[in-house]
């Protein structure tokens, strides 16, 4: 499968407790993206980061990316009720779409 | 961003009939993509629309059963035709947006199909 590797594929946490998704990949990459998907509806994207980025951050989250070992995590400080969702990473394909990986689904509880 | 949107949000159908799914988009773009979101699954790309020419299909998936249509550059339709039970998905359409420094992909809403 090309799909890139998510875990955990569940998370559950307690309200302003940080939560931490990792994702691997196997083959070279330019970006590796971030989205949300709430319910099951459309995806939001969070966050890209180029290959020749370490590290980026977009107000409570920070990506980082290791493309010596294929991987990247996604962590969200402080996670709040409206944060549950669940979370999917992405690279770009062959036709410019993305390849999603399987996805986190993370519950922060009140 | 773009702002994109789908039609039906929603749809319960029965086996054998056949479903068309709009994707509208609030300004012209080269690129759409149709993909399909099985029950607690990832998404998987079902195909892409360039208008002007017939839609490029993946592994798996054939245009008999997923016909799609790219009448201009904000428009597009994919049909979820002889439906059955495995076909209840959300199906999304996205196009990309290239703004510079970022390439971002956007997302319908998606829409929600039940096949009885």
């Known amino acids: 499968s090309q799909q890139g590797e998510e875990d955990p594929q569940a998370l559950s946490i307690q309200e302003g407790e940080n939560a931490t998704m990792n994702c691997s990949y196997k083959?070279?990459?330019?970006?590796l993206q971030w989205y949300r998907q709430n319910s099951g509806r459309g995806l939001v994207h969070l966050i890209l980061i180029r290959s020749n980025e370490r590290e980026k951050h977009s107000g409570r989250l920070r990506v980082t990316l290791d493309t010596s070992k294929k991987s990247s995590s996604l962590l969200i400080t402080a996670s709040r009720a409206a944060d549950t969702a669940s979370y999917f990473c992405a690279r770009g394909g062959s036709q410019g779409n993305l390849i999603f990986g399987k996805g986190t689904k993370l519950s922060v509880k009140p | 961003s773009a702002v994109i949107s789908q039609k039906p949000s929603r749809d319960i159908c029965q086996r054998g009939t056949s479903l068309t799914i709009q994707c509208q988009v609030d300004s012209q773009v080269t690129m759409m993509f149709w993909y399909r979101q099985q029950p607690g699954q990832s998404l998987t790309l079902i195909a892409t629309a360039n208008q002007g020419s017939e839609a490029t299909y993946e592994s798996g998936f054939v245009i008999d059963k997923f016909p799609i249509s790219r009448p201009n550059l904000t428009f597009s339709t994919l049909t979820v035709s002889n439906m059955s039970p495995e076909d209840s998905s959300i199906y999304l359409c996205?196009?990309?947006?290239?703004?510079?420094?970022?390439?971002?992909?956007?997302f319908g809403p998606g829409t929600r199909l039940t096949v009885l």
């Open positions: 996205s196009v990309e947006r290239a703004t510079g420094v970022t390439d971002t992909q956007y």
């Open positions: 083959t070279s990459i330019n970006n």
